[in-house]
Every structure is written in C-alpha cells, then in structure tokens.
C-alpha cells in the first residue's frame, strides 16, 4: 500500500503524540527527533514499531539511526511503501 508524504507526516504524528504527549502540531518534516522533539532512544523504537505496523513497512535496526528529522523518517516509509 503507497502512503502519501502528507499521510505519512499524520500518522507519524499522531505516533509520536501517543508516545510522548507532544502536540501533533508540533512534528514538523525539518525536526529532529532527538534535538527538537526530545525523543529517547527507547521513545523512537517504540514509534518505529509502531509506524511499521500502521504503515505496513519493515525499518531495520541499522537504519534507524539514520532517520534523525522526520522528514528521513517520512521520505523512508513512503518509498518503502
């Protein structure tokens, strides 16, 4: 199934919502997960869990690190998708 980048940018939105509290308004595609969302690492790999099941992909471990805005983390799913 093809996710829109717009799509992609909700739902990972409404992930982070749920497993931070911060407000869905507030993700933006030039934020960095760990400077200006302040996501730990245990934090991100349950979003990442939680993404590849909402959106039906599979992120390995090696590739996480690499997703570090969430703009890396959309452009990812959305070609995976």
């Known amino acids: 199934m093809a996710n829109s980048e717009q799509e992609v940018l909700q739902g990972l939105a409404e992930l982070i919502h749920e497993e931070t509290g911060l407000p869905q308004d507030q993700v933006e595609l030039d ?25 039906g992909v599979k992120i ?19 070609k995976q998708g």
């Not at 790999?45 to 939680?50: G, K, L, Q, R």
Request: proline share 2%; hydrophobic share 40%.
């Open 31 to 55: 934020k960095s997960f760990t400077d200006d969302l302040d996501i730990d690492s245990l934090s991100m790999m349950t979003i990442v869990v939680n993404a590849e099941e909402r959106f």
């Open 60 to 78: 390995p471990d090696d590739s996480v690190k690499d997703l570090r805005t969430v703009r890396d983390a959309v452009d990812y799913i959305v």
